[in-house]
Each structure stands twice: as C-alpha cells, then as structure tokens.
C-alpha cells in the first residue's frame, strides 16, 4: 500500500513554556490521545508508540493571520492541479521542531466534559523570532492537525478507519475555530510557497546551529525535515538552484565547494561568506528576508464585515517573487458565497529609518497570468519568440531603407499645401475681378478685407454672395406719363339705310 498523508484533529495543548535564549524556547506539547477520535479513526498507543522515533524534529507549522490576531484563517487551500484532481495545499511557516531530546510519555487530561484520555507529550522548541510567536504563546490550547503518514491501515465494522501503521509528518496549528476540513493534509508543494516556507526554516535551523544553549543541549540536525517528514535538509539541485537564484548567483561564480554533506542552511551561510570577498567595498543591502517581510507587513489582509461586525468576505495576499519595481502576489478573494484566487503585481517603493525597512504599495492590483509550461511547451514558446522577434527586426530594417524619410515628407506636404492655395487664390481673384463695377460698395469691401474672400472653399458660393451685392446695388426706375389716353369708338352712317327687309342680303348672294 502506497503511504497515505491525512490529518487527524487534536487539541494542541501547551504547557511550562521555558526560554531557552532570546531566539527560542521549549515547550511540553500534549499531541494526541489514543483510540476513536472525531474524524472516525482510530489509533491505537501501541500505534502511536511505535512512531514515535519519526516524531523525532517534525516542524511545527501555522500561519498567523494579524488581523484577528489568530491562526489559521485560510492556512489550507483547496486548488485543482493541472490534471482535474483537487488538492489541498499550505500557505503555513514554520514555528519550531520537536526537540530530538526529548522523551515522549504519556499522561491522563480530564477533558471538558468530563470524559479522561491519555496523552502523548512531548516537548517542542518553539522559535520566537517567528511572527506570531506571541499570539502562539499567549494561549496554553490551540486546535491542531496532526499530520501523519499512513502505511497501513483497515476500515472496522463501525467504519472506523483503524491506523495499523503511520509515522509522524508534521504539526499543524489550525486557531480555535473548529477546521473546516478533519482530513486536510498539510501538502508543501512545489512554487513559490515552498520557497518561502524553506527559506524560513533553513533561517531557523540556521538560528538554532548558531545557538550555544541548543548546543549544550546536545541539539542535532540529522533528522530534520523541512515539509512534514518528506524531505530533510539534504541539498538536492532543485534547491541549489533556487538558493542561488534568490543571491542573483550562477554556479560558476560559487568560491567554495559543495560537499555530500552540505545541506540547505550550511550552503546559504557558505554563500553569505564568500560575499564580501567579491565586494572590496563595504556596500550594506538589505537582505531577502528583509524586503520581502517588509512587503508581506505592507500587503494587509482586506475583511469585509456586516452590520454586527461578523466577517463575511476577504481578500488576502501571499507574496510569491519581487524585483526592484514590483511586487508578484497570489490573491486569494473569499466571500460567503464563493471564493478564487488569481495573481497579479503591485507597484511598490523602499524606505529605510532606523535601519527599518518600510515598503509602501502604491497604484492599484494589476491581474497577470501565470502559465505553467514543459520544458518542450517553453522551448517551442521561445522559438515562436525569436521568430517574432527576428521578423519585427527584418521589418524595421525594410522601413529604414524603402520607407521614405520623415523630412522628405514633410516638405512634399508643404509643397503641395502651397501649390493647392496659389491655385485657389487665383480663381478667388478671378471672381473678385469679375465683379469691378461693385468694387466701391461697402458690402463688397466688408467680404473682400483680411482676404474674408479667401476662406470660400468653392469659388460659385463667392460668386453668389457678389451678384446679391450687385443686385441689390443696381436702381430701378419707374417713369410717370402725362398724355392722356382716349378711347376711340367707331360710328357708322347709316342714314341711307336698305330698304329691303333682309337689307340686301339676297341682293348680294342671290346672284
């Protein structure tokens, strides 16, 4: 059976919290109880017994959320991977590691309700440089997934799931609200997250190999594991490389070797040495840690709360990479009724006082996008890339030498400019001298001064407003007659009148 990583939810209860040093302190932790417990597993003290060699330095790990001073608000994420599955992941930090030295024993706690159960305890090394080491502290009880790995195990006839195997993975502090999820796994996975926790932890077990007390308490690295039991502090080249790329390092440029036994935290105090030996002059920069917490203090939660002050949406950002200018985040956007994240940039500015490093946001959440590629999908995206790139170059070259020069261009504008209006003053002057005879009208002078005549684009609404000025200009004349006019009506003599009846009608046509 391939091991299995679940959670299994117990109270995570504290007790005699003694400073070891300004850095770190030692703590009695009770961890888990043995037999049924709420997420319907069971495991028994013979079980948990016999892992108890892997408890030996699993981190304790939690995120602390400032705003409500506590932890684990959003610690688990649920996200799909790239083939459909959904997978819990962890935006956590390291808080310590089991002391190697301790011995794990067992008592009886009364419960609340009154019911007894044996605990298992043992004692942790808290780090109290961690932020929210106080607010860890501060309480003698938090909720916890105990992370385990599982080997072995059956389904009862109660549908119990009895662990028959396990080891111990890690310790997850969840705050005191009951978790969302009894099963979530604390899942480290590759990207920008695991960076950060890994940077944290070697800065911790760095911390704690510089520490005399831990010394005279025999304290040793061997069995250190960095993401809940899968890896130890071993300097794979996955790591290397991610070391040196957050110095700005390449290989070549490393002034010592890296030896088989070189782990993660020894390999970054080798790198810290050799600095200054590359730089004759003394040049103080603020370190990685210190930007990037000087970011994470600048990117504040945002809580959405109703009329009664319950929070009922979030906005949260995790810092995943910064350069000189920009700040690359994950943002995370929760409300009551749905939830994603998305990444993007923020513009940002450093300020130092009193050997404090400030940064401040400034302008508005830019939405970028994050594609994850093959090493083929990314070969073939550079090819597509430089083919762009060498055809644009190829372009600009065409321009420069077919492409006419701007000047040329220039006065071949000017020049047909000036020829168009020495053509258009000519037929404006055309039509002003067509019209002489009402040079003299005051009209004619009011349209032709500041060269008004000009302005006409067409030459024939000129000519309009010309023959209504000379219209208007030209008299009209009307004379009186004085002769008298007198109707003539002609007068017949019919004195010698015909006789005849018909007068001579028949006399003439009778004929």
């Known amino acids: 059976m391939n091991k299995k990583n679940i959670g299994v939810n117990f109270d995570l209860r504290f007790s005699e919290i003694k400073d070891i040093n300004s850095s770190f302190a030692l703590v009695k932790v009770a961890i888990c109880y043995a037999g049924a417990n709420r997420n319907r597993s069971k495991i028994s003290r ?22 409500t001073d506590n932890f684990g608000s959003h610690d688990i994420r649920v996200i799909k991977d790239k083939d459909g599955n959904m997978e819990i992941v962890s935006a956590t930090v390291p808080f310590g590691v089991v002391y190697g030295g301790t011995q794990p024993y067992w008592e009886t706690v009364t419960e609340a309700d009154g019911t007894q159960r044996e605990y298992l305890y043992c004692e942790v090394i808290l780090w109290k440089s961690q932020y929210g080491y106080k607010c860890l502290a501060s309480k003698d009880k938090w909720a916890q997934s105990m992370e385990i790995g599982v080997d072995s195990y059956i389904i009862d006839s109660e549908n119990y799931c009895v662990i ?18 009894e099963s979530a796994s604390v899942q480290m996975n590759s990207g920008e997250a695991v960076s950060s926790y890994r940077q944290q932890f070697a800065m911790m077990i760095q911390e704690m190999k510089e520490s005399e007390e831990l010394k005279a308490m025999k304290f040793t ?39 088989e036994d070189m782990d993660e935290a020894a390999f970054r105090v080798a790198i810290e040495e050799m600095k200054p030996a590359q730089s004759p002059v003394a040049v103080y920069e603020s370190t990685y840690k210190q930007k990037r917490e000087a970011l994470e203090n600048a990117l504040d939660s945002v809580y959405v709360r109703n009329g009664d002050g319950e929070v009922i949406g979030a906005t949260h950002y995790w810092v995943q990479d910064f350069d000189s200018s920009y ?39 830019e939405l970028m996008i994050l594609q994850w590629l093959t090493v083929e999908e990314n070969e073939r995206l550079q090819q597509s890339r430089n083919a762009f790139e060498a055809l644009s170059s190829e372009f600009e070259e065409y321009k420069k030498e077919y ?24 037929v404006i002057d055309e039509v002003i ?16 001064k500041d060269d008004k005549a000009y302005e006409f684009e067409k030459p024939e609404d000129l000519e ?5 000025i000379r219209g ?26 015909s006789k005849s009846r018909y007068g001579d009608l028949f006399e003439r046509y009778g004929k």
Not at 404 to 420: Q, T
Not at 436 to 444: S, T
């Open 46 to 67: 013979e079980v948990i017994e016999a892992a108890i060699p892997s408890l030996f330095y699993c981190p304790l790990v939690g995120r602390y959320d400032p705003e």
């Open 164 to 181: 028959e195997k396990m080891e111990f993975e890690a310790l997850c502090i969840l705050g005191d609200a009951e978790p969302c999820f």
């Open 221 to 259: 690295f061997d069995n250190l594991k960095t993401e809940g039991g899968k890896d130890n502090l071993i300097l794979t080249d996955e790591i290397r490389d991610s070391v040196l790329a957050e110095f700005e390092l390449a290989l070549e440029q490393l002034t010592f070797e890296i030896t």
């Open 327 to 365: 700040a690359y985040v994950e943002r995370y956007i929760w409300s009551a009724d749905d939830s994603h994240e998305d990444n993007g940039r923020f513009k940002y500015s450093m300020s130092e006082a009193d050997g404090v490093l400030t940064a401040t946001i400034e302008g508005e959440f």
């Open 403 to 426: 492409t006419v020069k701007d000047l040329d261009v220039e006065e071949l504008r000017k020049f047909k400019k000036e020829r168009l209006d020495a053509d258009h003053k000519a």
């Open 433 to 448: 001298e067509a019209f002489a005879d009402i040079h003299e009208n005051a009209e004619f002078i009011a349209l032709t």
């Open 464 to 468: 309009k407003e010309f023959f209504a």
């Open 472 to 497: 208007k200009a030209v008299p009209v004349k009307f004379e009186k007659s004085n002769k008298k006019t007198s109707v003539k009506i002609p007068v017949r003599d019919d004195s010698e009148a």
